[in-house]
């Protein structure tokens, strides 16, 4: 018998897969994150309930994630090579240019934020606590961030379209 | 296309490796359970340590010599060994370890059998201690650990009729929640044998008798509300299906089979460690004779 949040992870797995996905770009790292955040979300002393469990839920996929790309970049730099830290200098965003590679190449946490807000579609207020931010602060670097790739016009159209959500 | 549906698109459309996730959140789930079983209770009973004030001596060293000065204290064949008790306290740690090492008396049984089952609870108890240092970090003494966890081990004679002598040993170990573990030993002594389960029968078809009557009780049980068992929620391989030939068991004073379960192996934490007597009757046309069953 499964218990609430065992229930919740099995239940999830796919989203934060998906997830986990978007910031390794390798299955086998992702399904690393996976475990870890499991792992983790079990562990902690307690899990909320109700409305505040998806973002409190979302929260521990990003730390993982991200944990685990510090350790992967140490490792890389450990080994003499920065290979994975493929960051091309940033604001010349050719036109032809993948939004998820520029979405990628944002620094944290405006990465997760974007990430969060359009290809998870959370609220404002889901993501500011998933990444324990103020809204205000979350707001700003939203919109910050989507200035940085301001080659996509439309995503801010609809970032100003759904702000109220 | 836009670029943002395209992003999104390409965000929602990664393949997922299907089974490796399910395996790997089962995985992570299990693993959970695990340190949730050791840790969470030392969670729980950080407070409790800290605000009782516990005098802080350590008064006695965690390095016990197992097989030391024996203490024998009669209990009808089987001797305990009581000498290794000892509680360990420094303020952020607390540890109880009491260990009743069964040493089966001289002529209780066959020599070969007293002396090699002797060893093996030795063994097994210094095993276990051992492994309660390590994992509790005692072993480190200075450590910032708080802990507070104990182990205790003991026997007890389930039945002897001078015909089969059952023991059966356990170990508990607590740090807050318990973990229990029994283990049993069916000796005849009459033929100086210690029983395995497929020796009882003489065909397989025990398995399938026994299986279906622990099922059967199972779902008694559930339809009563007694208790709960894991079944079959398509994520975890943790739930009962069969007894293996290995399945632990004893013969209790009624002369009846009884398999026995670890804790969480069939059921959760509550329903303690599962018991199920087997009616005769349903084994009775697999049995391979009367003498140790009926």
Known sequence: ?165 | MDSLEKAINEYKSIEIPKEELEARVRGAIKKARAIRAKAAPVWAARGAAAASGLIITLNAAPSVAMAAAEAPGLRGVVNALTFNRFNLTDGKRRAEVSLETPQIAEGAAPEAIVSSLNAKYLKEQREAYEKFIADAGLDKPDSDEIINRSLSAGAEVVKNDGGLLVIKHWTLETAGSSLETRRFDNIDVENGVILSLPALFKDDGYIGAINAEISRQMAEQEASGEKTYFHDDGYFGEFFETISPDAKFYINSGNKLVIVFDKYEIAPGSAGLPEFIIPTDVISSHLAGDLYIN
């Open chain 1, 1 to 165: 018998m499964l218990n609430r949040i065992e229930k919740y992870c099995v239940e999830n797995r796919t989203v934060m897969y998906r997830l986990a996905y978007g910031y390794t770009k390798n299955r086998d790292d992702a399904l690393d994150v996976v475990s870890d955040a499991v792992l983790r979300a079990l562990t902690t002393k307690s899990a909320p309930r109700g409305e505040e469990l998806k973002p409190w839920f979302y929260g521990i996929v990003v730390s993982a994630a991200l944990d685990f790309l510090r350790k992967r970049k140490d490792r890389a730099n450990i080994e003499g090579g920065d290979a994975l830290m493929n960051i091309p200098a940033s604001g010349d965003n050719a036109p032809d240019e993948d939004l998820m590679e520029a979405v990628n190449r944002l620094p944290e946490p405006d990465r997760t934020i974007i990430m969060l807000r359009f290809f998870e579609d959370l609220k404002i207020e889901d993501v500011a606590k998933a990444t324990n931010l103020r809204v205000s602060t979350t707001k700003t670097r939203l919109y910050a961030a989507l200035k940085k790739m301001r080659g996509f016009s439309q995503l801010a159209e609809y970032a100003k379209n759904t702000a109220t959500m």
